[in-house]
């Protein structure tokens, strides 16, 4: 079969680190298994992302072209002026640098565009360089753009983000996202959208990444129940709703945080007070983030792993990235999730877990309890035909979905 080749516009790539970093990296390398060879364009290093350089291995062999952005986290004066006043976010003129450098290739170089947000400027980009060059476009919402739980604009932006959120859905060749409630989402916000041009390819996880070195990480004493959350932190605002719910569970059940050890691995650098505040020092541990080919010992060496979301039902339709490495490795989660949300589903449905409504501390921490001692009677298990549901969050068989997708996208 004929190899085709296809723009990858992302500001998710090696050496950066974190979970969207890892789906764009997974789909340049597999889908060059499938016959799709990427061209990734992305921003250069700016000091304003965490860096992964271990995986940069992974991605030798991908041809990466990189365009400078402005460091925002050291012009925070800049970073408000446009926030308040550019169109979509602070990386609208990346993607105009992005869109004019582009301009300057030669037509035929690729069959297709894919743009993965966010940021969701990058659409804007992909959009651009689509009808200059006459290819079909995909547009990539790893994460919801106005719908998102934590977008906040005023009036006038609003009606910005929306008209171009509005344009992008109805421009790209085809839509992408994370989550089925994230399309469902979608088309009832915006009903215009033909349902046939939006498919649902979840985050994953790759075994190859999930390989263990038999050392086990410092801090995991036996005796003690190890509990894991993998990925940055957000602030009290968000991360608080765990804490409480801790400090809840203690106080139903004192001494508890003596037998058991929260180990959170990422970047810490937006921690918060409240652990202290709250007392938690006992049982919670904090470690800088550790390298994609260094979690499989950290998720190995937990009895159990965790993930949380904030009282918001815009955070129905969200898994964050790190679940997908719990389920790849056979983990029971305890979630503090929407009721109704995705993760709930996916956890009760194949009874992998628990999920708690963050909503209500009580409740949640009486539901962290019952999860604490189910774990210890055994209680969870991934069955033996569970290879079904395991598949659909395999990276590989996902990259096979979007070859696919590209495939029907290019007749020609």
Same mark, same amino acid.
């Given at each position: ?244 719910? !801790? ?7 004192? /001494? &508890?945080?003596?037998?058991?050890? @929260?180990? $959170?691995?990422? *970047?810490? %650098? ?65 979630? !503090? ?7 709930? /589903? &996916?956890?009760?449905?194949?009874? @992998?877990? $628990?999920?708690? *409504?963050? %909503? ?53």
């Amino acid at each position: 079969m004929k190899e085709k080749k296809f723009l990858l516009l992302t500001h998710a790539f090696p050496p950066f680190g974190g979970g969207g970093v890892q789906r764009m990296a997974k789909f340049a390398v597999y889908l060059e298994q499938e016959n799709w060879k990427a061209t990734v364009l992305a921003p250069r290093e700016s000091g304003d992302s965490w860096i992964d350089e271990a995986r940069m291995k992974e991605v030798a062999g991908v041809e990466v072209i990189r365009i400078g952005k402005r460091n925002l986290k050291q012009d925070q004066i800049w970073r408000k002026i446009v926030r308040r006043f550019f169109p979509i976010d602070p990386y609208f003129q990346w993607a105009v640098n992005a869109w004019s450098l582009i301009r300057t290739y030669p037509k035929g170089k690729w069959q297709l565009i894919f743009s993965s947000s966010p940021p969701h400027s990058i659409h804007l980009a992909g959009m651009w360089i689509a009808k200059e060059l006459g290819i079909p476009w995909v547009a990539d919402f790893r994460d919801h753009f106005t719908q998102g739980p934590e977008y906040k604009a005023g009036f006038f932006k609003q009606k910005s983000d929306r008209f171009f959120e509005s344009k992008f859905l109805k421009m790209a060749s085809a839509i992408v996202v994370n989550t089925e409630t994230n399309r469902k989402e979608i088309l009832s916000k915006f009903p215009s959208v033909n349902p046939d041009k939006l498919h649902v390819i979840y985050n994953g996880f790759d075994l190859a990444d999930l390989q263990q070195n038999q050392v086990r990480p410092e801090g995991f004493e036996k005796g003690l129940t190890h509990f894991l959350y993998l990925g940055g932190l957000r602030g009290d605002h968000i991360d608080g709703t765990f804490y409480h719910t !801790l400090a809840k569970a203690i106080q139903f059940r004192p /001494g &508890i945080e003596n037998r058991i050890r @929260i180990h $959170i691995v990422g *970047d810490i %650098s937006r921690k918060g007070a409240l652990p202290e505040k709250l007392g938690l020092n006992t049982c919670i541990r904090f470690s800088e983030p550790v390298a994609y080919n260094e979690v499989a010992n950290f998720i190995a060496a937990s009895d159990a792993c965790l993930t949380w979301q904030r009282p918001n039902s815009r955070y129905k339709g969200t898994i964050a990235g790190k679940v997908f490495d719990y389920i790849g490795m056979r983990k029971p989660i305890f979630s !503090l999730g929407q009721p109704d949300g995705e993760i709930a /589903g &996916i956890l009760t449905q194949y009874g @992998i877990g $628990i999920s708690a *409504d963050p %909503s209500d501390t009580g409740s949640a921490a009486l539901a962290f309890l019952e999860f604490h001692d189910a774990l210890l009677r055994g209680e969870f298990d991934y069955s033996k035909d569970s290879a079904d549901f395991l598949s659909i969050f395999d990276r590989r068989r996902q990259a096979s979905q979007l070859a696919s997708l590209f495939s029907k996208l290019c007749t020609n």
